[in-house]
Structure formats: C-alpha cells, structure tokens
C-alpha cells in the first residue's frame, strides 16, 4: 500500500510539472511582436499561377471602386454620403486624368445620354443633379417613334405633357458635377486619377479574414486590400476578365454614328424622334431650341462610308433617313390605314397624328463620331468580395436609350445593400448581400435586354409579312393607352 501510494504521488508530480511547461509555452505564445501589414497579393499558395507582389505594405479600405465613369463616380458618391458609411474608407481609381472643372466648353459634345426619373432622382439624392442643371440640361416631354416601312406610329407622353419623359445630358456634364460631388467628400472618399488596376485577386471564398480580403495591383507597383471592390470599369472590363466573369453576347454588326445637329429653325424643341429604318434606328434627341444630338445605329460598313462624307452630305444623308418614304409599300399602307380607321373609332383618344421631325441644316464641324454596337451580359455579376455595375455588368443597344440608366439603377441597389449591412454590422464584401443584389438587378435588367435585342431584330428588316405584322402591332399598342404608361413607367425606372 505504501509502494502505491508513493508511486501515485510522483506520477501527480510529473503531471503537474507538464502542465506548468504547458502553461509557460501558452503564454510565450501568446506575445506577438508588431509588425506591418504586408500586401500578401498571389500569394502562390492561395493562387496559383500569380505573380507574388513584392511591393511595400498595403492600404486597407472598405470599398474600392475601379473605374470612375458616371456610374463609378455615382457609387463613390452614394456610399461617401451615407451617414452609416461615413467611419468606412472609400477608393475610387480612374485611369484617365481629373476633369477640368467649371469651365462648360462652348460647343455640344456628341456623347449624351437620355436620363429618366429613376437616374434623375439618384443624381438628385446625391446633390450632382443641382450641378447639372445650372450647367445644360435640356427635357423633352414627348417622343415619337414611327416604321420607315409603314405609316405605324407610336407617341409617349405624359396625359398633359406637363411632365418630362426624361432629359438629354452630355455625358461630361454629368462627370463634372459627380466630380464636385466627391470633392466635398474628401474625408472618407479619396479619388486616384491617372491610376490603372494591372491585377487583380479575389477570395474563392466567402471568408470574412483580412488575409482574404480583395487584393488590386495599380500600375505603380503600389497594392490595396478591400472588403469590398466594385467593378465599373466599363463593357471592356479588365477586372471581370481577371476576375474569371464570362459574358454571354455578340456583335450586332452595326456602328453608333453620332454628331451634334444644327435645326433649319428654332422651336420650342421638346419632343425626342426615333425612326427605325431597315438598317437600323436613326434618332434626333434634344439639346436647346436650335440643336439636337444624333444617334444613328446602321450597319458597320454603311457607317464607315458616312464618316467619309462632306458635312453637307452627311446632313443631306440624315435629312433622307427621317423624311424619305422609298421603303413604303402601297399593300402594307392601305392595310395600315384601314386598321388604324377600325383603331379611331374603338379608342379614339389612343390614336395619335403623327408629326414631322424638324429639318437638319448643318452639323458641328468635328463632331461626327462613330462606336461599335453589341449585347452583353456577364454571367455573374458578383462573387466574393467583388461587384459588377453598370457595363461592367450588361451592354445593351442604344435604340432604348436605357444604357446608363441601368447603370444608375445598379448603384441604387447595391449601394442600399451595402447600407443595409452596415447597419446590421456586416462585412460589406459578404456574398450574402451582394447576391441579393444581384437577384434584384438581373430580375428588372434581363428582360430589358431581351425586349431591346428583339425589338432591333424585328425591325431589322424589309420582309413584308414582318413589316405588317409590326406595323398592326405598334398601331394597336399606340391605342391602348394603359399599355403606352405601362411602357412608360417602367423605362423610368
């Protein structure tokens, strides 16, 4: 008995001193000297086939932005002014250099875009709108569209025109007034011009860890980590195709053709003219009571010839493309015009007469411009730690004139999730919310894209049976008058 209980005795003794070995390795442990964080970008273990970053340590932020067009420039401002947003550090990268502010240049340029209410209101909310206006603005409270193979017409306008459809805004003006925007918002908004992303690495998974925050490599050499980096570098996005984002698209084989259009004589000028030809939609927007902007979609080959006219014949050209009637067919008008009787008489306050575009005089010397036409549609618009917006995320054909207007619907959502999160205490870069955002965009935008990519391919052609068949249909919908603000309403979204 005494045997064991000295032998019970000494293995108590050597417990207890392996557990105060233990204890003193546990607490040495636990020191852990300070150091500096270190841009850990393509680290080879977590990604494979990636150059390692050997540069110094890097800058943390909440939100990085690449890409500081209108909707790149929208987000920065709806997030930098988010009161529950404003203990967070935003980024925006822009490659091309600042803008020069507060000097309007004297002649039109002959990239705008048509912004309806939706676009209007968040421009608004972020305080650009004001800007804007003091600069040039120019509404139109009605638009015609009408078949160059037929007599078909389709007016949309407000019942007492009193309200705006939308407004025509060069696309510099509304750069300039988000730039004042973000210069107001300097303390938690830092702008980085003349700065190009040249890598990029996102987490394959959703972890919260700083180690598998976004990583970005400037053309510096410099390295930043994000919770969250957003995409809106454009339809050519570099960061979706480092990101591994495929896009689902094609060609339309057409060019845009722009220019800044002088009228044969000043009007009140507030009606937008949209007139769809068999190569393509030619349409006259807007901008003061003597000029409009030109946008004229028609095939690539057809394009190039008219950027080699004269001024004068390209304003003969344009003239041609919205008063001449060689396209008609005398079967299809006569068709036309007894349905259109039979429409008169069911729902006579849905027909409508329609009315002829203003003549053209002369264009702005120089202003004559020419860019390629295509659908895509990324197959994702987020993953981990990584959000598409705007044509980062979808390309659309401007016949509807909803390109950007889409883009500021994207900053609406994702910027109202992201709020949302913060709120809640979340990680902004969590792929809960930002597929929450995406279910919401892709539900409104999909069927927006199919609905234009139709409408250009049915109009796209001189087919008679396809002529008639459009031409009923656009009667019919210019009758039903629910239909036409059912219409409406929703491009103003």
């Not at 510096?220 to 454009?234: F, Q, Y």
């Not at 005398?330 to 007894?338: A, G, H, K, Y």
Request: glycine share 6%; hydrophobic share 40%; with cysteine.
């Amino acid at each position: 008995m005494q045997v064991s209980v000295v032998s019970t005795l000494k293995r108590c003794k050597s417990v207890f001193q392996c557990i105060n070995k233990l204890s003193s390795s546990k607490l040495k442990s636990n020191f852990t000297p300070k150091v500096d964080v270190r841009c850990l970008c393509s680290s080879s273990r977590r990604y494979q086939g990636r150059p390692v970053y050997n540069g110094e340590s890097s800058e943390l932020y909440d939100v990085v932005i690449a890409g500081g067009g209108m909707a790149g420039r929208a987000m920065a401002c709806a997030l930098g002014q988010e009161p529950s947003l404003q203990n967070h550090k935003i980024l925006l990268l822009e490659g091309a250099a600042k803008p020069e502010m507060g000097k309007l240049p004297e002649h039109y340029s002959n990239r705008v875009c048509a912004l309806n209410p939706g676009a209007v209101d968040l421009l608004d909310s972020v305080g650009a709108w004001e800007e804007m206006v003091k600069q040039r603005v120019k509404p139109f409270c009605r638009m015609q569209v009408w078949d160059a193979c037929s007599d078909a017409v389709i007016t949309m306008n407000n019942d007492d025109l009193s309200e705006n459809l939308a407004y025509i805004v060069e696309n510099n003006v509304t750069i300039e007034a988000l730039s004042t925007q973000l210069e107001k918002l300097s303390s938690n908004v830092r702008v980085d011009y003349e700065t190009l992303v040249t890598n990029v690495h996102i987490p394959q998974q959703n972890v919260v860890d700083e180690a598998n925050w976004a990583e970005v490599e400037l053309h510096n050499g410099e390295c930043v980590k994000a919770r969250l980096l957003i995409a809106a570098d454009g339809a050519n996005s570099s960061i979706r195709k480092m990101c591994g984002i495929d896009v689902l698209g094609w060609e339309y084989g057409q060019s845009g053709v722009v220019a800044t259009l002088h009228l044969s004589e000043p009007s009140e000028n507030n009606v937008a003219w949209q007139r769809f030809l068999p190569t393509g939609p030619i349409a006259m927007l807007p901008l003061s009571d003597t000029q409009s902007s030109l946008v004229w979609s028609i095939t690539t080959d057809k394009a190039k010839g008219l950027m080699q006219l004269t001024d004068e014949e390209f304003v003969e050209e344009v003239n041609n493309a919205f008063w001449d009637n060689s396209h008609h067919d005398p079967t299809i008008d006569s068709i036309s015009q007894f349905f259109q009787g039979i429409l008169s008489t069911i729902s006579p306050e849905g027909s409508s007469v329609r009315q002829l575009p203003p003549s053209v005089i002369s264009i702005d010397p120089g202003s004559r411009g020419r860019f390629p036409l295509a659908l895509g549609h990324a197959m994702h618009y987020v993953k981990p730690r990584l959000a598409l917006i705007g044509d980062a995320a979808h390309r659309i054909h401007p016949l509807a004139g909803q390109g950007i207007n889409l883009g500021f619907g994207d900053v609406e959502c994702l910027a109202d999730k992201l709020v949302e999160a913060a709120k809640l205490g979340k990680d902004l870069g969590s792929l809960h919310h930002l597929l929450e955002y995406e279910s919401s965009r892709q539900r409104h935008i999909i069927p927006i894209m199919a609905a234009v990519d139709g409408l250009k391919r049915l109009y796209s052609t001189d087919n008679q049976a396809v002529v008639l068949v459009r031409s009923l249909g656009l009667q019919a919908t210019n009758a039903m008058t629910p239909l036409k603000n059912a219409f409406i309403s929703g491009a103003s979204t």
